[in-house]
Structures are given as C-alpha cells and as structure tokens.
C-alpha cells in the first residue's frame, strides 16, 4: 500500500500518511444521486465504518464488506441526504451489530447521536467529528485521526458546495463552517465529497482553499452567489418529503424516522 496513489488534478498523492499499516479505503459510487459511499476499515482487528450509505445500493456494501472480511461497526451518515434515502437502516438488518450514526442536530433517530467532537472509533484508527452545519444544521464532517482525509458530506465538494437554499440551509453558516472545521486542516489532507457531478473523485484542502470558485469568495459574496443559484430540487426529493413529513400529517413519521 505504501507505493499505491491517488490521482488529484494531475498530481500523485498517497492514501495514508502514517506510519504502520494503512486504512483500508474504499470509494463507491450510486450514480442515480452521484453519491459517494466510503468504507474505511482496520486491516488488523478487521473493524470498520461506512459512511454515507445509499439505500439501493446497501446490499453492493453489505456484500464487499463480508467479501473482504470486515465487521462493520457503524453505518455513519454526514447529514439526512435530500436527493436519496440512507441505507443505513438496511445494513442494520444485513449486517446484525453495525449501528446507525448521526448528529444529533439532525433530528432523525439512530443508534448514535453524535456530536462536534466525538470520535468514532475502528480499531487503530478513528472518525473525529467536526460539526459542519449550513448545508444542513446537521451536517458533520469526519476527519480521520492522523488529518490525513477528511469525508466532508455536501459542506465541501470538489470545486463547489452544497446548496442552502431548503433544510434550513444558511450560506453565512455554510461558509464559516467551511473555512473555520475543513480550511484549517493540513493542506495535503485529501477532500473526499459526499458527491461528485463531473467525474473527479478526490481533492485536497490545499486545493480547494485555492481554487474552489465560491469558497475562495469573501462571506458577503459567496452569500450573493447562493442566494442566487436558483438550482432545481432534487430527483428524489418527493420520496425525501414523505419519510420526513410526521405521520400525523400524512407522511412517514419526520423526526420519529430512523436512519
């Protein structure tokens, strides 16, 4: 593992910076909603998180989990996702032992309501999570603990950011939670998104502090910028109305929904 990399605008940067033996990494793909899902296990003790599962896609992790011999302990989501339901419910049921993990700020049920600073733990390695709110006033960011990557939900995304426009979105949030939780760490720690549009997998903090278009804005004008993206709603937002509208209401059950 040592000589393998990562491919990052054009520059060749390797998976783990510690020393012993690396985290295992996995990168996945649900092209529907073009979210990425990240596995990250303990070669050693074999212990293992997933973090933002997709619903249709659950059975695919479930299946490489028990393939390459891990245990899943948590099944951790960034924030409560609007263009897809979280399979995180599902690999409960597929996987007996792995909890479901999610801020408390989110206002779904889980097993684990995290907080800023909580660290989730597998094996040799941990999770610290960093409150990212704006996108949502849930979302979290989870930096692994030698700040070698950083899984940052839809707060930063490769050249971009997530919209603030519903769920009690706010871009004056959004921005100081970027700069201030994901801006100040190292510049070669990798950038893993919980979603990609273009095809690019992977960046570092050090790039985006230069180059992101809208986050290398001052406050007052990337607040312009968002507040005029007029973007359209997701795909599957109706699906996402149904399960978070209480079920006095017609819906699902709102905050009583288990992720």
Same mark, same amino acid.
């Given at each position: 593992m040592a000589g393998s990399a990562l491919r990052v605008a054009g520059r060749r940067l390797s998976q783990h910076t510690g020393?012993?033996?690396?985290?295992?990494?996995?990168?996945?793909?649900?092209?529907?909603?073009?979210?990425?899902?990240?596995?990250?296990?303990?070669?050693?003790?074999?212990e293992a998180v997933l973090i933002d599962?997709?619903?249709?896609?659950?059975?695919?992790?479930?299946?490489?989990? @028990?393939? &390459?011999?891990?245990?899943?302990?948590?099944?951790?989501? %960034?924030?409560?996702?609007?263009?897809?339901?979280?399979?995180s419910g599902l690999l409960r049921s597929l996987l007996p032992g792995c909890q479901s993990v999610i801020s408390r700020l989110s206002g779904a049920q889980a097993d684990w309501h995290i907080e800023d600073g909580d660290s989730i733990q597998f094996g040799r390695f941990a999770l610290e999570t960093r409150a990212s709110p704006g996108h949502t006033p849930g979302c979290v960011t989870f930096v692994l603990n030698d700040h070698s990557m950083a899984f940052t939900g839809d707060a930063l995304l490769i050249r971009g950011?997530?919209?603030?426009?519903?769920?009690?979105?706010?871009? @004056?949030? &959004?921005?100081?939670?970027?700069?201030?939780?994901?801006? %100040?760490?190292?510049g070669n720690c990798l950038i893993y998104p919980a979603h990609d549009y273009h095809g690019l997998t992977v960046s570092t903090v050090e790039e985006e502090r230069t180059?992101?278009?809208?986050?290398?804005?001052?406050?007052?004008e990337f607040v312009k910028?968002?507040?005029?993206?007029?973007?359209?709603?997701?795909?599957?937002?109706?699906?996402?109305?149904?399960?978070?509208?209480?079920?006095?209401?017609?819906g699902a059950g709102g905050l009583d929904t288990w992720v």
């Open positions: 020393s012993g033996v690396p985290v295992l990494l996995r990168q996945m793909f649900e092209p529907k909603s073009c979210t990425y899902t990240y596995l990250l296990g303990d070669r050693e003790s074999r599962p997709v619903l249709e896609t659950a059975q695919r992790d479930a299946q490489l989990i @028990k393939e &390459l011999g891990l245990r899943l302990l948590y099944a951790v989501n %960034t924030h409560c996702h609007a263009d897809h339901i979280t399979g950011c997530g919209r603030t426009d519903f769920q009690q979105g706010c871009a @004056k949030t &959004l921005y100081h939670s970027v700069h201030e939780k994901i801006f %100040t760490l190292p180059l992101n278009p809208r986050l290398t804005l001052n406050c007052e910028v968002m507040n005029k993206l007029n973007l359209p709603k997701p795909q599957q937002i109706g699906e996402w109305l149904r399960i978070w509208t209480p079920a006095s209401e017609g």
